[in-house]
């Protein structure tokens, strides 16, 4: 039973506010990872490059309109149609280090003052992480790192908004890491942490409990 003896690897999460550094850190701890001989690989989402991607872009963009629900069910869609590739490579034993996932879909469209309830349902079933890393850091040092984008969320309300949802969001799989450090110091911290969960994940099997 050869197959049973692959050990699987673990999901880990990072989240945060624009301006946090997360997608740096992302690709910074796959780099190190693999730098290790630990099999990894990026992924994030919105997953840009599929149809429902595509559909996302255009509406971060202002390129087009699309109604409240809509656009969460599209951000759900764009995680679900990723599944089966994520479970059959964490299962052969790749760690993947996730760039936003169903905490952003939640923070963000309760943040326009959708029900949160509501906004977790079409998530419910997604595989669960081993490990959320939060990258957290306060509005204004955001701001001082050269303020936002363009996109349609990029707007200093819309963000202090997300922050706030982003943390009544916080479970058990939560660890929040101070964002407002220098890059290096904040690597050396994400790497510490995903070491030890890796650790941790021996026997224990991939689950689909969000939210429980
Ligand atoms: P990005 O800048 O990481 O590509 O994310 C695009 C924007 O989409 C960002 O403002 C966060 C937002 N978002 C949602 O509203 N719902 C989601 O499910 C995800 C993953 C991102
Ligand atoms: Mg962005």
Not at 13 to 20: A, Y
Not at 46 to 70: C, F, K, V, W
Request: negative net charge.
């Amino acid at each position: 039973k050869l197959a049973n003896m692959v050990k699987r690897g673990a999901l880990i999460v990072l989240e945060g506010c624009d301006r946090s550094g997360k997608s740096t850190q992302c690709s910074n701890l796959v780099n190190y990872l693999t730098a290790c001989n630990i099999d990894s690989k990026l992924l994030k989402f919105p997953d840009r490059t599929t149809s429902t991607g595509q559909m996302i872009n255009s509406y971060l963009t202002n390129a087009t309109e699309l109604n409240d629900q809509a656009v969460h069910l599209l951000f759900s869609a764009n995680r679900w149609e990723a599944m089966d590739n994520m479970r059959s490579m964490l299962l052969s034993g790749t760690t993947l280090v996730v760039d936003r996932y169903v905490y952003s879909g939640v923070a963000f469209t309760a943040a326009k003052g959708l029900d949160m309830n509501w906004c977790k349902q079409p998530d419910v079933g997604l595989l669960t992480p081993d490990l959320v890393l939060f990258l957290d850091l306060p509005i204004e040092a955001a701001e001082q790192r050269g303020g936002f984008g363009e996109e349609r969320y990029e707007k200093r309300e819309m963000q202090i908004n997300v922050r706030e949802l982003f943390l009544q969001l916080q479970d058990s799989l939560w660890q929040l890491i101070d964002a407002n450090r220098t890059m290096q110091e904040i690597e050396m911290d994400i790497r510490q942490r995903v070491l030890s969960t890796l650790d941790t994940i021996h026997d224990k099997p991939l689950k689909q409990d969000l939210w429980t």
